[in-house]
């Protein structure tokens, strides 16, 4: 085994408990980070790369009244944890949550996806901090880029 991810979806402290009650109760968000940061010590840089549900911190309803309301918070929280992986050498990647599945939680309660412009400015910020942190794309996911051959469904911040 040479490659490891350990999601860790979404990076805001409170909303890492309301949308990951599992993860917090049975591990704890700290503690997550502090074991994906101890793997990348033993896998080495870009063969640890936990995945963030790109769009979820804006999740926001009646029923779910906690996500963020502002694209740029969002996209601030979300760098935040991209930084802080990445002088863990730690490479993250992304999932998009653009849409709802009708009989999940947040689906039966109308919470709302994030405006489109959210996305190009967390894969600029993201790619911003890739470069001034100088980390290589995460392992096993294929080429970066535009036309590039990349191995996952999910490759839009690669593809930036």
Same mark, same amino acid.
């Given at each position: 085994?040479?490659?490891?991810?350990?999601?860790?979806?979404?990076?805001?402290?409170?909303?890492?408990?309301?949308?990951?009650?599992?993860?917090?109760?049975?591990?704890?968000?700290? /503690?997550?980070? @502090?074991? %994906? +940061? &101890?793997?990348?010590?033993?896998?080495?840089?870009?063969?640890?790369? =936990?995945? #963030?549900?790109?769009?979820?911190?804006?999740?926001?309803?009646?029923?779910?009244?906690?996500?963020?309301?502002?694209?740029? /918070?969002?996209? @601030?929280? %979300? +760098? &935040?944890?991209?930084?802080?992986?990445?002088?863990?050498?730690?490479? =993250?990647? #992304?999932?998009?949550?653009?849409?709802?599945?009708?009989?999940?939680?947040?689906?039966?309660?109308?919470?709302?996806?994030?405006?489109?412009?959210?996305?190009?400015?967390?894969?600029?910020?993201?790619?911003?901090?890739?470069?001034?942190?100088?980390?290589?794309?995460?392992?096993?996911?294929?080429?970066?880029?535009?036309?590039?051959?990349?191995?996952?469904?999910?490759?839009?911040?690669?593809?930036?």
């Amino acid at each position: 085994m040479d490659y490891y991810h350990p999601n860790i979806e979404v990076w805001d402290r409170r909303l890492f408990s309301l949308i990951c009650p599992g993860k917090e109760e049975n591990i704890g968000r700290d /503690e997550w980070i @502090r074991r %994906t +940061a &101890e793997a990348a010590r033993l896998f080495g840089t870009g063969n640890v790369s =936990p995945n #963030f549900v790109a769009g979820i911190e804006m999740a926001y309803s009646q029923a779910f009244p906690h996500g963020f309301r502002n694209v740029e /918070e969002a996209v @601030r929280s %979300t +760098a &935040e944890g991209i930084e802080i992986l990445m002088q863990n050498e730690i490479v =993250p990647k #992304f999932d998009t949550w653009g849409g709802l599945e009708p009989l999940s939680w947040f689906g039966r309660n109308g919470v709302s996806i994030p405006p489109l412009e959210y996305y190009p400015e967390l894969y600029i910020r993201y790619k911003e901090l890739k470069r001034e942190y100088s980390m290589p794309w995460p392992a096993g996911l294929g080429e970066a880029g535009a036309g590039g051959v990349s191995k996952v469904p999910a490759s839009a911040f690669m593809d930036a």
